[in-house]
């Protein structure tokens, strides 16, 4: 599996509609799509998974209006039950002939806490429409949010999220090892997480993520355990070793100062996290709170980007909803051949 960093052809988006939660919510949300395209076509192509005809005319139209460049945009129409295009959206890997190829792990809304039949199909429609191939994986279940790879041999990843009975009730560890395997992955860093704290039984690219083959970046003890992390999770990921054994560098994100305040005023009853962003092309899409801490994490992650423009996307009222930018784009490397 390519590295995020890695060169895009460009990013998949699921465009929130109304048919699952309402208007209200894609009303709320849908500024941030917009600002993600707009942003991201700078230096990469946009592929947008519209629910049907009329939503991706309406979604065209709004796009024109906003003098975004179309000529850097396309649709497919797939129905979809909501945006988390890292989770169910298509996994793009190289198979041993370098050819693309779309990996299709089963989805089953983060053990069946909300409607996910539209989204478990989003991967076939998009290799059927798109004509890359398609490698299923049948009934083992991986959301794209629970796995992070240093392309280098090595997974980060949380039992709560992957091992949990409500995603593989049949597959041991092992069992799920081989799996993951195929993507070139030999040494498995697993944290026992938090089944139940939020809707994704605690994913990993909430709090850690690879920068490069020898650095992770998290947050500080404090805001980990803020977080919800154990000491015992903590001690892990922060004396974790790569396949050759060598002890990873550490660069750390504070979480937001305070917790987050949606733009009507109401308060959440917790932090935001920027470890969640998404590296394109030519940016790198922050998680912004209107926050102090803000200006903070989008410095510290320009310093680690130097090549890209850090954009901070104010995302309060996605994250009441549980999720970042990270949780909503998809990336898709340039072909090999």
Same mark, same amino acid.
């Given at each position: 599996?390519?590295?995020?960093?890695?060169?895009?052809?460009?990013?998949?988006?699921?465009?929130?509609?109304?048919?699952?939660?309402?208007?209200?919510?894609?009303?709320?949300?849908?500024?941030?799509?917009?600002?993600?395209?707009?942003?991201?076509?700078?230096?990469?192509?946009?592929?947008?998974?519209?629910?049907?005809?009329?939503?991706?005319?309406?979604?065209?139209?709004?796009?024109?209006?906003?003098?975004?460049?179309?000529?850097?945009?396309?649709?497919?129409?797939?129905?979809?039950?909501?945006?988390?295009?890292?989770?169910?959206?298509?996994?793009?890997?190289?198979?041993?002939?370098?050819?693309?190829?779309? *990996?299709?792990? /089963?989805? @089953?809304?983060? =053990?069946? %806490?909300?409607? +996910?039949?539209?989204?478990?199909?989003?991967?076939? !429609? $998009?290799?059927?429409?798109?004509?890359?191939?398609?490698?299923?994986?049948?009934?083992?279940?991986?959301?794209?949010?629970?796995?992070?790879?240093?392309?280098?041999?090595?997974?980060?990843?949380?039992?709560?999220?992957?091992?949990?009975?409500?995603?593989?009730?049949?597959?041991?560890?092992?069992?799920?090892?081989?799996?993951?395997?195929?993507?070139?992955?030999?040494?498995?860093?697993?944290?026992?997480?938090?089944?139940?704290?939020?809707?994704?039984?605690?994913?990993?690219?909430?709090?850690?993520?690879?920068?490069?083959?020898?650095?992770?970046?998290?947050?500080?003890?404090?805001?980990?355990?803020?977080?919800?992390?154990?000491?015992?999770?903590?001690?892990? *990921?922060?004396? /974790?070793? @790569?396949?050759? =054994?060598? %002890?990873?560098? +550490?660069?750390?994100?504070?979480?937001?100062?305070? !917790? $987050?305040?949606?733009?009507?005023?109401?308060?959440?009853?917790?932090?935001?996290?920027?470890?969640?962003?998404?590296?394109?092309?030519?940016?790198?899409?922050?998680?912004?709170?209107?926050?102090?801490?803000?200006?903070?994490?989008?410095?510290?992650?320009?310093?680690?980007?130097?090549?890209?423009?850090?954009?901070?996307?104010?995302?309060?009222?996605?994250?009441?909803?549980?999720?970042?930018?990270?949780?909503?784009?998809?990336?898709?490397?340039?072909?090999?051949?």
């Amino acid at each position: 599996m390519p590295d995020e960093k890695d060169k895009h052809e460009g990013t998949w988006l699921q465009w929130p509609h109304e048919y699952t939660y309402g208007e209200e919510y894609r009303q709320e949300v849908e500024p941030i799509w917009v600002k993600m395209t707009s942003t991201l076509t700078e230096g990469e192509n946009v592929h947008i998974v519209a629910y049907d005809d009329g939503e991706k005319e309406r979604i065209n139209n709004l796009l024109i209006d906003k003098g975004l460049n179309m000529d850097k945009i396309d649709f497919i129409i797939a129905p979809t039950d909501d945006v988390w295009a890292r989770d169910s959206g298509p996994i793009f890997v190289y198979d041993n002939n370098k050819n693309l190829k779309i *990996l299709d792990p /089963a989805f @089953n809304g983060w =053990g069946k %806490k909300t409607p +996910y039949q539209n989204d478990a199909r989003v991967r076939e !429609n $998009v290799s059927e429409q798109v004509g890359i191939e398609r490698i299923d994986w049948g009934e083992f279940v991986l959301e794209g949010g629970a796995i992070e790879l240093d392309s280098n041999g090595t997974a980060l990843l949380t039992r709560s999220a992957v091992t949990n009975k409500n995603r593989n009730p049949d597959l041991s560890e092992k069992e799920i090892e081989k799996y993951i395997s195929d993507l070139g992955v030999s040494n498995f860093i697993w944290l026992d997480g938090v089944p139940n704290l939020d809707i994704t039984d605690f994913h990993i690219d909430g709090f850690a993520k690879f920068h490069g083959k020898s650095t992770i970046v998290t947050m500080k003890e404090d805001d980990l355990a803020e977080w919800g992390l154990s000491s015992k999770d903590m001690d892990t *990921l922060l004396d /974790a070793k @790569n396949a050759s =054994g060598q %002890k990873y560098k +550490y660069e750390y994100l504070p979480l937001s100062n305070k !917790n $987050v305040i949606l733009k009507n005023g109401k308060a959440l009853d917790y932090k935001g996290s920027y470890i969640n962003y998404y590296i394109g092309n030519t940016v790198v899409l922050v998680p912004n709170y209107n926050d102090p801490n803000d200006k903070i994490a989008n410095d510290t992650i320009q310093k680690l980007y130097p090549d890209r423009k850090v954009v901070g996307i104010d995302v309060r009222e996605l994250y009441k909803n549980g999720g970042m930018i990270h949780c909503v784009t998809q990336q898709q490397p340039i072909p090999l051949k």
